[in-house]
């Protein structure tokens, strides 16, 4: 089966950018917009791990333990549908404190992730945001 062809996004620079300078980039917007191809298209360039929350294991496993989740990610890593997930934001603030490294984690997610309060301010300062409808 021949692969599909992948169009360039204008946004793949601007991700770039964010990650050189910022600990956690979101990349926001509605279903079927890219946002998990753009993140693993650069993602893969730049050799990071990928989680999906859409699989239940892995949901499970950052739901049960956030703080001993994100321990034991990689030092670069894609988490996408991070929405799926409430408890995780708090874990990862905790672990951006203690070591705050630029393009350390790459966050896909529905626009809903900005619109809980409770969420988007547990990373205030630490996260850029990137809405995939606008690159």
């Known amino acids: 089966m021949p692969e599909a062809a992948l169009y360039p996004r204008f946004a793949e620079p601007r991700l770039r950018e964010a990650l050189l300078d910022s600990p956690v980039v979101l990349v926001h917007g509605p279903r079927q917009c890219g946002k998990t191809t753009l993140a693993r298209v650069v993602g893969d360039h730049l050799s990071y791990a990928y989680v999906t ?6 949901r499970a496993a950052a739901t049960a333990d956030p703080v001993g989740f994100v321990a034991d990610l990689p ?12 408890a ?23 626009t809903n992730v900005l619109l809980v309060p409770k969420l988007a301010d547990s990373l205030a300062g630490r996260m850029q945001t990137r809405d995939a409808r606008r690159l």
Request: aromatic share 8%; proline share 7%.
């Open 75 to 86: 030092p670069r890593v894609i988490l996408d549908e991070v929405q799926r997930v409430p």
């Open 53 to 58: 929350f859409d699989d239940d294991v892995a």
């Open 88 to 110: 995780l934001f708090g874990a990862l603030k905790a672990a951006i404190d203690r070591k705050r490294v630029p393009g350390r984690f790459m966050l896909t997610g529905s």
